[in-house]
């Protein structure tokens, strides 16, 4: 089955820098990569996403990138505020599966004001 | 508030029990899916209904069952319940398949079992 790993496990940033958080797959078939934020106490929120036949993706402060060929995806926050301080979950899906999800590990991210 | 209610909020119960778990989907939503959420697992997909049936399986155990009726409300059902089944479980909906905007999570439903 798909395996999907996250990296770093936990990130500390101060108030404006970025922060970027890198994941791979295995899974050649996976065609669907959305990111979550959770944020204690709730559940995951998607936050962006992106899809195979698109190698950038951004909104806002928000950007993801994919490389197929190398079978990794990576999540940048630009301006980080304290209010990004959250867990992140990047996570890969493909269309046969009813696009279930198969989640990274999770980063947590701190952003020290 | 995502739109996807999850009841209950907590729920304490022994080991060797049977505990139900629900989940009203977002109005206009299709499917449901369920994940499991544990320190050591992290966040797993259990299984996914879509209008009334089931479309996919994932690490769900047999003692495990779930089920979406026809006002699509969907329920996850618990049984023989051991200690490392403690954990949070998520509901998520989406109109489709396919979540081509992606799904939406409920709260979650925090499982200890004693």
């Known amino acids: 089955g798909e395996n999907v790993e996250q990296h770093p496990s936990t990130l500390s940033v101060q108030e404006g820098d970025s922060a970027v958080i890198k994941c791979t797959y295995s899974?050649?078939?996976?065609?669907?990569f959305p990111w979550y934020k959770q944020e204690l106490g709730k559940g995951p929120q998607l936050i962006i996403d992106?899809?195979?036949?698109?190698g950038e993706k951004k909104d806002q402060r928000i950007a993801v990138t994919l490389n197929k060929t190398a079978k990794h995806f990576s999540l940048h926050i630009t301006e980080t505020q304290p209010e990004d301080s959250a867990v992140y979950f990047c996570?890969?899906?493909?269309?046969?599966?009813?696009?279930?999800?198969?989640f990274g590990k999770g980063t947590s991210l701190l952003v020290t004001p | 508030d995502s739109g996807v209610t999850q009841t209950p909020k907590h729920l304490i119960t022994a080991t060797g029990q049977r505990v139900t778990l629900r989940c009203s989907p977002r109005?206009?939503?299709?499917?449901v899916y369920w994940y499991q959420q544990s320190l050591d697992q992290g966040l797993q997909f259990l299984i996914h209904?879509?209008?009334?049936?089931?479309?996919a399986k994932g690490n769900i155990l047999e003692r495990f069952s779930a089920q979406q009726f026809p006002d699509l409300h969907s329920e996850l059902n618990l049984s023989s319940l051991e200690l490392g089944d403690s954990a949070l479980y998520f509901c998520?909906?989406?109109?489709?398949?396919?979540?081509?905007?992606?799904?939406?999570f409920g709260s979650g439903t925090r499982l200890t079992v004693v």
């Open positions: 998520a909906s989406s109109v489709v398949t396919g979540a081509p905007n992606g799904y939406t």
């Open positions: 899974d050649s078939a996976s065609n669907y």
């Open positions: 992106i899809r195979s036949n698109v």
């Open positions: 996570a890969a899906s493909y269309s046969n599966s009813g696009y279930a999800l198969n």
């Open positions: 109005s206009g939503d299709l499917s």
């Open positions: 209904y879509y209008n009334g049936e089931e479309r």
